[in-house]
């Protein structure tokens, strides 16, 4: 999620007061999730394929242990509305085409 950071705003061609923000672990996600009226959260492709994989996501608590996608977009969407854009895919090829088009849409 780190190195993704430091790339990934490049290769968007997003300004340098755009904000991303990667976390790794649901304590973090929730906090960043109350913190801003964010435009676009991402899930990442190893929560993708581990949901996929009906596995639990790696870096939940006590409350997230057991969830998959469909009960974070829940969350994301309680919690930042229902017309937040979700981006999800289980290819990293498809991360910067999949943001591009979501970025195209504000």
């Known amino acids: 999620a780190a190195k993704a950071q430091q790339f990934l705003p490049s290769m968007l061609g997003l300004r340098n007061s755009t904000q991303m923000v990667s976390t790794t672990d649901d304590v973090d996600f929730f906090d960043q999730l109350s913190r801003s009226q964010w435009d676009i959260v991402m899930f990442a492709p190893g ?7 009906k596995q639990p996501i790696p870096g939940g608590n006590e409350e997230t242990k057991n969830w998959s996608l469909s009960e974070y977009r829940a969350k994301v969407r309680k919690v930042l509305g229902e017309n937040i854009q979700i981006v999800e895919t289980t290819d990293e090829k498809n991360i ?5 088009e979501a970025l195209s849409k504000l």
């Open 47 to 53: 929560a993708c394929r581990w949901s996929e994989a």
């Open 96 to 100: 910067v085409p999949l943001l591009r």
